[in-house]
């Protein structure tokens, strides 16, 4: 196996979100990204500190290039000519690709606000910070991943004006009228039209293709593509039939999927950037989390037919009241503990509780939370949510039941778990997650909250996954100098196992349903490969997926995890 390096810059977000070539497959140098935001990776590649200064020093940053300005595309007067980054205006290339981690209005985030009051420096410090990157930061270098040094130069001149006050509206007219039946269901096959087993489905995300592979986890098989929206990001599987997925993108299209066909059969524009989906128990409801506009949707699952839009606005950590983005919406089982959506407001740092068994979907609040939410996880009981509070670097515990805040958990540098990683040992239960700051994995007791283990690893990483039978844990290091690295856990003793270093970029292992397998998608090497899970070994590798990232198997419509 060979070891793959790549530039730092590049590393940090893969050239995650080529604005050029969005629309369209990559070029294999150059292919990319929430996070938090594949889940959320561009969201997700944080800077050491949000409120670090812009004007921070960049020592180890190349020289900037020396044309000037007018040069790269500046009109006479100095004023940049509109640009268009693959048919789109510089302001939506922003929100679609830099939003995540400077704010979709460029208010910051966990990236620094980008507004004229706090850029201080002269245009040529921006232009090389584009071009070039940021040392010690997943900042990528734009200049390497594919921009024009005219498309730089219009994005410097952009984030020179003051923000549109108005906030962008998508509410419940627009929300109706974007409703379309792609296929009517009457006239759906009554049964498979493909041999695979569909309780072991895997679906993966082709980020730049606006489609979704599907591969039979028992053959490993790849049996054909969706076609989907812009980056597809959240999943949910019915957990009263095997055969409907549903799928947002971060366009805000949201998807009803027929997995016996292998298509879509309705669709509807829940907002203009989303990210969480979640569905019921009893597969009555779906709810959307959006990032523009700051709402949550909740639909009828069967017809997709909105029934509510919440706005989500509260008073922050520091008592001021935000419009706020949804980072992460799940369900909780009502024969555990629900019945319940959980909402996580990420500016706001609240959590919220919403009965779906009421239909006036009345909202619980919990305050105070932390700093720049994120993604989390319930516990195996749902007795417990668990999520990360990016800023102040840990692990914030909720009790379900009597919806307080009871813990937190001090991980590490930006807590990112993904959907989460639990597992149970000899009666006792554990938590993991890996960190998008700091190559560590941590581990603690559900019970106690107490840190068991912190395990060194080759670079940041983005998702960590286990499986109840299988005896290890899978984490990536996306953000690593050694992106293709990852790490193979004993669940035990907490010991690395196995480093896999195949590939270039690979990211979001993910289990077969019976645990015997596990799947990864490599990025920049348009490849899915499948390794024996106790073994370690290379099964299988399946190219003819353009730029794999999130991974999703079937079996999790028996699991009420975040995403």
Excluded at 30 to 35: G, H, K, P, R, T
Excluded at 95 to 110: A, I, L, Q, S, V
Excluded at 117 to 133: H, M, P, Q, S, W
């Amino acid at each position: 196996m060979t070891k793959s390096r790549l530039l730092p810059g590049l590393i940090a977000l893969g050239a995650m979100l080529v604005w050029a070539v969005a629309c369209q497959p990559s070029p294999p140098a150059v292919q990319e990204e929430q996070a938090e935001d594949t889940g959320e990776v561009a969201e997700s590649g944080t800077e050491a500190q949000a409120t670090e200064p812009v004007t921070e020093s960049m020592e180890e940053t190349p020289e900037p290039e020396t044309e000037s300005a007018e040069e790269e595309g500046a009109a006479e007067g100095g004023e940049v000519e509109p640009v268009l980054f693959d048919g789109r205006p510089v302001d939506q290339a922003f929100r679609d690709t830099c939003g995540g981690c400077h704010g979709p209005n460029r208010e910051g985030g966990t990236g620094p606000a980008l507004i004229p009051a706090r850029l201080t420096a002269d245009d040529e410090f921006y232009f090389d910070t584009i071009k070039n990157g940021r040392p010690g930061t997943v900042m990528p270098a734009w200049g390497a991943a594919g921009l024009s040094d005219e498309e730089i130069w219009a994005l410097v001149e952009y984030i020179r004006t003051e923000p549109n006050a108005e906030e962008v509206q998508w509410e419940m007219e627009q929300i109706l009228a974007s409703h379309e039946v792609l296929i009517p269901e009457e006239e759906l096959p009554s049964e498979p039209l493909h041999d695979g087993n569909l309780e072991n489905l895997m679906l993966v995300t082709e980020r730049e293709a606006r489609s979704i592979a599907v591969f039979d986890g028992d053959t490993h098989t790849l049996l054909g593509h969706i076609e989907a929206s812009y980056r597809a990001h959240g999943y949910a599987f019915d957990p009263t039939s095997d055969r409907w997925v549903y799928n947002v993108g971060r366009d805000g299209w949201l998807f009803k999927i027929d997995l016996y066909s292998l298509q879509a059969v309705a669709r509807v524009r829940v907002g203009q950037d989303s990210r969480g989906l979640a569905i019921s128990d009893d597969g009555r409801y779906l709810i959307v989390g959006n990032y523009v506009p700051t709402t949550a949707v909740i639909l009828d699952a069967q017809t997709l037919e909105p029934l509510k839009v919440i706005h989500t606005r509260g008073v922050d950590p520091d008592g001021n009241e935000v419009d706020s983005r949804v980072c992460i919406t799940s369900d909780v089982s009502p024969d555990l503990v629900g019945p319940y959506f959980i909402l996580g407001l990420k500016e706001a740092g609240q959590v919220w509780r919403i009965d779906y068994s009421d239909p006036e979907f009345p909202i619980d609040q919990v305050e105070n939370v932390g700093r720049i939410l994120h993604d989390g996880f319930l516990s195996p009981d749902n007795t417990r949510f668990y999520i990360a509070s990016q800023e102040d670097n840990w692990m914030a515990v909720i009790d379900v039941e009597n919806w307080e805040l009871v813990d937190q958990i001090p991980t590490g540098d930006t807590p990112h778990p993904g959907s989460g990683a639990t597992w149970e040992v000899d009666g006792v239960e554990y938590g993991a997650t890996v960190h998008a700051g700091e190559g560590k994995v941590t581990v603690w007791n559900l019970e106690t909250n107490e840190i068991v283990a912190e395990i060194p690893t080759s670079g940041p990483g983005l998702f960590i996954r286990s499986h109840e039978d299988n005896p290890y844990i899978w984490a990536d290091t996306l953000f690593g100098e050694r992106p293709n690295e990852i790490y193979v856990i004993d669940r035990e003793t907490f010991e690395v196992v196995e480093v896999i270093d195949d590939g270039v970029q690979t990211v979001h292992p993910e289990f077969t349903a019976d645990g015997q397998y596990v799947y990864i998608s490599d990025w920049l090497g348009d490849t899915v490969r499948i390794y024996d899970a106790n073994t370690f070994e290379l099964i299988a590798e399946v190219g003819g997926v353009t730029t794999p990232t999130g991974i999703f198997n079937t079996s999790r419509r028996h699991e009420t995890l975040g995403h």
